[in-house]
């Protein structure tokens, strides 16, 4: 859930908000956004899951999960 919410803070943070934290912590502060083309984001039904896993190449070791009722999303580092 922490990585979710440094993905989602990378994706929607404003020049404004890097400001106010510049400020705040005396130093420059940069926020790089995460290359499109880097990141691979999957959203499949938990039911579905095994069968679409087995069925995609992906790299385990760059792989984040979290379940939100009956569905799954899926986030691959390249």
Sequence with gaps: MAQKMLIDFVNIVSKEDIKILSDYFKEEVKVERIDPNVVNHMEVSIH??????????????????????????ISVWR
């Design 48 to 73: 579905e899951a095994e069968n679409y896993l087995n069925s995609q190449t992906i790299l385990k070791e760059a792989l984040l999960a979290y379940r939100e009722g009956e569905q799954l999303y």
